[in-house]
């Protein structure tokens, strides 16, 4: 049995139309990388089981502490984690800075906020082991979002993002892949990168983007365009 637990990036905002019978503002899409993995390992490899999605828009470690988990019993053998974006708080950082922004200290608050991040991934990770001792627990990262800025085709990104916002956005998510590797060291987990697997397919890179960006779709079906991390 497969267990999701996460945020906006594990429940595939964006990617809809959603899931029904979900809450409208989790917006868990069947194309999130998730559910596709499991789709996969029961055509490929004929795993057999069940799913339960808990992952959700704005949701932080803190959330998957406070009720994701209830979902993860002694029969979860596989669990998909990507959880801790909200923590350190890109959207807000985006939004700061759609009005001007200091990077630097916006980058040195983002750093500051990774080690109380670290200890709250552990304490998931070691719930979920006592609970579920036979699970593989595999955590992924964050992709750039916004790209390389020397490889953007003008002087910003989305219309606003300047290049040094754009190198302090690729800083965090750095630290923050980092941090998630280093759970491989300190926890039993398997870690696979998000940052790696899209790097050149972000929003602003010249390859064709692979992040859905501002668009989103309504759990009636309908796209509206919002903005949305």
Same mark, same amino acid.
């Given at each position: 049995? =497969? ?34 993995? +499991?789709?996969?390992?029961?055509? =490929?490899?004929? +795993? ?6 808990? @992952?959700?828009? !704005? ?6 502490? @406070?009720?994701?988990? $209830? ?13 801790? !974006? ?13 009005? !001007? ?7 040195? @608050?983002?750093?500051?906020?990774? *080690?109380?991040?670290?200890? $709250? ?5 070691? @719930? ?20 390389? *800025? ?34 491989? $060291?300190?926890?039993?987990? =398997?870690?696979?990168?998000? $940052?790696?697997?899209?790097? !050149?397919?972000?929003?602003?890179? =010249? ?23």
């Amino acid at each position: 049995n =497969t267990v999701i637990l996460g945020d906006s990036f594990a429940a595939g905002r964006g990617d809809g139309p959603y899931n029904p019978g979900v809450i409208d503002f989790c917006t868990q899409s069947p194309q999130s990388w998730g559910e596709k993995l +499991v789709r996969k390992l029961h055509e =490929t490899d004929h +795993v057999t089981g069940s799913l339960v999605n808990m @992952s959700c828009n !704005g949701d932080t470690t803190y959330d998957v502490l @406070s009720y994701q988990l $209830r979902a993860v019993d002694a029969q979860t053998d596989l669990v998909l984690l990507q959880i801790g !974006g909200n923590d350190i708080g890109i959207d807000q950082i985006f939004l700061s800075c759609f009005l !001007g922004c200091d990077t630097a200290a916006e980058l040195r @608050s983002a750093q500051r906020r990774l *080690p109380g991040i670290f200890k $709250r991934l552990g304490r998931i990770i070691d @719930s979920i082991h006592t609970v579920a001792p036979n699970a593989t627990v595999l955590v992924t990262d964050y992709p750039d979002l916004v790209g390389d *800025p020397a490889t953007w085709n003008d002087g910003k990104c989305l219309g606003f993002i300047t290049p040094e916002m754009g190198t302090a956005l690729r800083s965090m998510v750095a630290d923050g892949s980092r941090m998630y590797a280093s759970l491989t $060291r300190n926890f039993n987990v =398997t870690f696979v990168s998000e $940052r790696a697997v899209i790097a !050149g397919h972000n929003w602003c890179d =010249t390859d064709a983007s692979w992040i859905t960006g501002l668009t989103h779709y309504e759990s009636d079906g309908r796209r509206r365009d919002l903005w949305s991390i």
